[in-house]
């Protein structure tokens, strides 16, 4: 342990995008030391990131569920934040050391940065990045994200038409994530924009059920929420 953790009671621990065996050694030394693990779930459904971590869980250790709405209105959710906070807070009130769970990187797309700026108030909050789906797609399929002066950019799917093929434009590579239901969405910009044939698709890296496919095979076909596409415009490796 550094000598400057002593004092952090509340850790968000990023245990990477689905492969148990990518989470770093600091978050699995955090994990198995805590006192509380606390882990987001959707309403009436069970927690990926919970079963991605399961092998790594200690036996004894309380477990705390943030219930989190699949709405997408804010207010829900920003209460679900509140009221997770507050029972954080007075775990480690009472002494206990907090791991709050994350899948991928805390600080990338993560719910946990909301938990983040509610308990840093009052607390010194550790957070331990971990493998982000970025690097785990890249990874699986074989396609680097940048090389020299690239400039990467990473689209959300959920933007329109326009703003899609503004920011495509003005990147060396991309990564366009979220894919799901937006999947014709996208694939009509990059038709337009003339790189639908370097784009390359994968849908739950590292995950059981991974899949990586052609824009082609996915003509008749949806994508689900954890899909990502890789744009390399050229390459010189």
Aim: glycine share 8%; with cysteine.
């Amino acid at each position: 342990m550094a000598a400057n953790e002593a004092d952090i009671k509340i850790w968000g621990l990023g245990v990477g995008p689905g492969d148990p065996e990518l989470i770093t050694l600091k978050a699995l030394r955090i994990l198995q030391a805590a006192d509380v693990i606390a882990y987001p779930a959707p309403d009436g459904a069970d927690s990926l990131v919970r079963a991605i971590a399961a092998t790594h869980m200690p036996v004894g250790a309380e477990e705390m569920i943030i219930s989190t709405p699949m709405v997408t209105e804010r207010h829900p959710a920003q209460n679900a934040y509140d009221e997770a906070a507050g029972q954080i807070d007075e775990h480690a009130r009472a002494g206990k050391t907090i791991a709050i769970l994350c899948e991928g990187d805390p600080f990338f797309y993560g719910s946990f940065m909301y938990l983040y700026s509610r308990l840093s108030e009052n607390w010194r909050v550790g957070v331990v990045p971990g493998v982000s789906s970025l690097n785990a797609g890249a990874a699986e399929l074989g396609v680097p994200l940048a090389e020299r002066n690239d400039v990467v950019s990473v689209i959300p799917a959920t933007l329109d038409e326009a703003d899609l093929a503004e920011r495509l434009a003005a990147a060396d590579a991309a990564v366009i994530i979220k894919v799901g239901r937006h999947l014709d969405k996208v694939r009509r910009v990059l038709e337009a924009e003339g790189l639908a044939a370097g784009a390359r698709y994968i849908e739950r890296a590292t995950m059981d059920g991974q899949r990586i496919a052609s824009l082609d095979d996915m003509s008749d076909q949806k994508a689900p929420y954890f899909s990502l596409i890789i744009v390399r415009k050229a390459a010189d490796i």
